[in-house]
């Protein structure tokens, strides 16, 4: 069976300082990978997405990337750190093809103070 | 555009109470769509979807028909449970890599 995990859990980081969150996934190949991030009391929005190996895809410009080094390895990164992009970060998998199902990590719980 | 509305909560029942969550949709094309419900503290987990029109979801005593007539699949259970308070965010994808969710309804039962 398909698993994926995230760490860390949670995450207390001063303004301006670096990020990196980890997501990896078992017990599957070539999967589509997603981040998403959740702010307090709101739904969710879709960061990047990745088809591939260094195929990474933005669907919302901020200070915040992502990268692919390995097949079931998902990052996200920033260089500097805002208050705003405190939240609750969420990885997801799904198969390659089609409307497929995402199935989602425990999550990251970041705070930026 | 392509989005998903949820009844705005927080919902609160009592335990063995009836559950409706109404999730309303529009969408550009003809879209798969899901609840997913999330626990304190976690992530997200796949409650149930559908297809097509007319499909029914099904898992946990939770139900939701996909219609497309009136673009609606709202979430039911006849008797919920204290362990069902949680948050529950319905979505729709219509083409690979791009879910949209609603902004989620949180229920707490009560005993």
């Known amino acids: 069976s398909q698993t994926i995990h995230q760490w860390p859990a949670t995450l207390v980081q001063p303004v301006g300082s670096p990020l990196s969150l980890e997501c990896t996934v078992e017990?599957?190949?070539?999967?589509?990978l997603y981040w998403y991030r959740q702010a307090a009391g709101r739904g969710l929005q879709l960061l990047f997405y990745?088809?591939?190996?260094?195929?990474i895809s933005s669907e919302v410009p901020q200070n915040l990337s992502a990268s692919r080094p390995q097949d079931r390895q998902f990052i996200l990164s920033s260089k500097k750190l805002l208050l705003s992009d405190s939240g609750f970060y969420l990885c997801?998998?799904?198969?390659?093809?089609?409307?497929?199902?995402?199935?989602f990590g425990p999550g990251t719980r970041l705070l930026v103070l | 555009g392509n989005s998903v509305t949820q009844m705005e909560g927080p919902v609160t029942l009592s335990e063995e109470a009836f559950l409706t969550i109404n999730c309303t949709y529009t969408?550009?094309?003809?879209?798969?769509l899901f609840w997913y419900v999330q626990y304190p503290g976690e992530g997200l987990q796949l409650l149930l979807k559908?297809?097509?029109?007319?499909d029914k979801g099904s898992n946990k005593g939770f139900e939701a028909t996909y219609r497309k007539e009136t673009t609606s699949f709202h979430l039911e259970k006849g008797s919920v449970q204290v362990s069902d308070s949680a948050v529950y965010f319905c979505?729709?994808?219509?083409?690979?890599?791009?879910?949209?969710f609603g902004t989620g309804t949180r229920l707490t039962v009560i005993p």
């Open positions: 997801a998998w799904s198969v390659t093809s089609g409307r497929e199902t995402q199935y």
């Open positions: 017990g599957t190949s070539n999967p589509n």
């Open positions: 990745s088809v591939g190996i260094g195929q």
């Open positions: 969408a550009t094309g003809y879209p798969s």
């Open positions: 559908a297809t097509k029109a007319d």
């Open positions: 979505a729709l994808i219509l083409r690979a890599n791009n879910l949209f």
